[in-house]
Structures are given as structure tokens and as C-alpha cells.
């Protein structure tokens, strides 16, 4: 596509200009660079769960010119195995929908009708790799990055980092199906624009040709159990974020909304996808030690032939109790492309050991049930993944 090298033309171009504006008037300043990693496991004891774990490696630089304005690049890479069935948040739901006439993907929910789950094994992605420019008109990013619609999401607090009920980096299970974050494209090259926050309001859009890379935790390019490989192509997101603290009670405020739109198609089965359209919402209140949340999103999937809407919402709690963070969460997506529903809860309790260690503990249930789709007189199959799950993350 010739929009690649256009647009990084045009970001060299700007860039060029800035310098050379800089240089004109002094030398720049040097670069900052910053280096971060991460490592984490989750395991739970509900039944044939395995024990997930990644590792994080970053690198960032950036340098302020004379004019003020800050250039600079982001990168990292990841390592990561989740449960086998349901790597990148794609795949058959357990306990499938075998015997369906069709098979079918749903272009935002990653969910698959098929006879079988998959085994997918340890996988490494660069996930960012990204060059910006901020300045006092806001910031501009053009690489492998998330779109602003996830970016900008606000929802319900967790006191688990990685292993969440909903949108989970590690999900030990394979039975987390609520998620809110509405990232669409993944980690696909896109340009993104966010304005500064103004009045503690800040907006944003971003533009993703093709999402064809294949992240760890969103995969829009995975062809899940034989399905006909489903592309998202001319994405287009805009969003807006809150975040106010009120001088009185000293609450702070925050909220989100989020739209995208994308055309989606199937070489196999052109007559089924057409274009997804995606929204979501999310709002939360800190207070002094107490913050409660709510996240919600849908999305129509990119089916146009038959039923396809995927739906999910969440609610959460957390306390700090001297030094423990205590949390509650209820949440529950649903899927009218493969007939699932999902409820899903937990109850837990984190602490920060030291600076950057972190141990969080809790018990998890989550119950699936899944319609035979186009098999109407059987009955709908119910799976249960209910047990203890144990969370420990590392950040240095």
C-alpha cells in the first residue's frame, strides 16, 4: 500500500522542520532514554488450568527541543503464554459448538464457532514500536501502537494487574470472555492523534489501514479452527477522555467514550461480514481509599447475515485496607454469533510486597453457556471454571 511510505514521509517531513528550527537557534537538548521490564504468572486451581506467565522488555527515548517541542520513539517486545484455547483474547469457547452448519468469526470479539479448541504454545510479538511528536497542539504517533478507543478507556478497577476479570493479559482459564477495553486493530501500524487535555478533557482519533499483525493480546489476524480468514481494514476510531478532581471532596472523576468503524471482509464468505461498528463506555470515581467503576461496550462484529452483536459490561470495587487493596467484580459479556453467555466474578485481595513486586490472590467464578447455535433442540452446553487464582507481578 502506498499510504506507508507517504505518511512516514510526512512525519519526516514535520519532524525535519522542528529540528532544523531547533538547531537554528541551539543545539538540542540530549536524549532521555528509558528502560522497563516485566515479568508475571497467574495460575488458578479450577480444573485443567495451566500456569500463564509473560515477560515485558522496553525501551523509550525522547528529546525536547528548544521550541519545546518532544520527539521520540517507543518500543517493546513481549513474551507470552496464555491458556492454549484462547491465546490473544480469539478462539472456540469451551465446551464449542460442534455439529454448526457454518463456521464463523466475529471480527471484534475474536469468538469462533467450530468442533474443537485450539493449542496455541509460548509466543513472542513486538507490540509497540512507535515514533511521536507532543507539542502544545497535542501529540501525534505513527507505528505498531493500540488505537486511542483503548488507550482512552476508563472502566472498573481491579485488584489484580494482569489477570482480570475483564480484558485480561493472562487468563489461566480460557473462560474470560467479558472485554471492555474496545481494541479493535491490536497492534496493527496506525496513525493516532490525541489533543491535550483541556479543562481535564482530552480527545482523540486514530487510523489503522489493515490490521494484519498478530498481538498477544488482541489477534485481528488469527484464523481461528478452520474459519474463513476474516481481514479489518480502513479502521477509524475516535474517543474522548475525562479525568477531573474535585477541589472540595477531592474525588476524582474519570470517564470515556469510544467509537470504530472498519470494513471487514472474508474471501471465503464475502456475503457474511460487511463493516463493524464498535462503541463503548466507562467511568470511574477515586476516592480517598475506595474507587468504584463501570465499563460497557458493544459491537455488531462485522456481521451482516444472520445474528453476530457481541456484548459486555463490568462492575468493580476496590478498597485499601492499611496495606492491602481488597476488590469485588461482576461482569457479563455475550456472543449471538456462537451463542454464548458468560457471568463471571471474583473476590481478592493484593499486596505490594516492595517496590514493584506484587501478590494478589482471590477466588474466581466464571459460568458459561453456550446455545447449540442452529441445533435449537438441544439443550445449550454449561461449563464452570470456578477456583482460587493466584497472581504475582514483577516491575522493574
Known sequence: MMWKPLTLLTLLAILSAATGHAQ?????????????AEM?????????????????????????????????????????????GRAGFSGVPDGGAGGVPWEW???????????EREHVGARGQLEQAYFYVEGGYGEVRLGRDKGVAARFHEGAPSVFVEASTANPVLDPTGQAYVRTDHDLTGPALKLSYASPRILGVRAGA????TA??????????????????????????????????LRESGVRLQAALAYSHADVSSDIKPDIYGTVETWSAGASAEFDTLTIGVSLLNSNNGVETGPGDYSAWMLGVTKRVFSLDLGVDYGEASDDLTGLETESWSLGVAKD????????????????????????LLP??????????LEITLSL
Do not use: C, M
Not at 24 to 36: F, G, I, L
Not at 62 to 67: A, E, K, P, Q, Y
Not at 105 to 115: H, P, Y
Not at 214 to 243: F, H, I, K
Open 24 to 36: 537554528a537557534q541551539d543545539e538540542w537538548d540530549v536524549w532521555e532514554t528509558k528502560v522497563d
Open 212 to 245: 494484519d499483525v498478530r498481538g498477544l493480546d488482541r489477534d485481528p489476524a488469527r484464523n481461528v479452527g478452520g474459519n474463513p480468514q476474516v481481514g479489518v481494514e480502513s479502521a477509524s476510531e475516535v474517543a474522548v477522555n475525562v479525568s477531573r478532581k
Open 380 to 389: 445449550p452446553n454449561r461449563v464452570s471454571a470456578d477456583g482460587i487464582v
Open 105 to 115: 468469526q466475529g471480527a471484534f470479539s475474536g469468538l469462533a464457532t467450530s468442533t
Open 353 to 376: 510486597l516492595r517496590e514493584g513486586l506484587r501478590v494478589a490472590g482471590g477466588y474466581r467464578g466464571q459460568t458459561v453457556r453456550q446455545r447449540r447455535v442452529g441445533l435449537g
Open 206 to 209: 486514530s487510523f489503522t489501514p
Open 40 to 84: 508475571a504468572f497467574a495460575g488458578s486451581t479450577a480444573d485443567g488450568a495451566p500456569v500463564t506467565y509473560l515477560g515485558a522488555f522496553g525501551l523509550s527515548t525522547n528529546r525536547v527541543l528548544d521550541s519545546g517541542l518532544e520527539i521520540g520513539a517507543v518500543g517493546r517486545v513481549e513474551v507470552q503464554r496464555d491458556h492454549p
